[in-house]
């Protein structure tokens, strides 16, 4: 996206996006961005929403509720030094 867009500064330094722009960046009300300054420049970088990016990822793994329970369990027998089943 190689767009200009002429911005005002509003009160209290506000900047507010196109809706346009937001839509074309999956950026809603409340998000996140990261503001840097560099040399005369802003730059804005998406900070993503982690919860968001577990969601809509792609999944690599799979496991059942008994073998994460196992797994946990061998873990804190490993920590504890003790059977805990």
Known sequence: MSERILLRIG???AIYLPRKVMRKLGLNEGG???LRVKDS???LDIISD???LTVKSK???KTTVE????E???IQ???LGENTS
């Open 67 to 70: 073998e994460f329970e196992k």
């Open 32 to 34: 996140y961005l990261l």
């Open 11 to 13: 009160r209290k330094g």
């Open 59 to 61: 999944k690599w793994a």
């Open 50 to 52: 982690p919860f968001l």
């Open 41 to 43: 420049r802003i730059i």
């Open 77 to 79: 027998e490993k920590i």
């Open 72 to 74: 946990s369990e061998q």
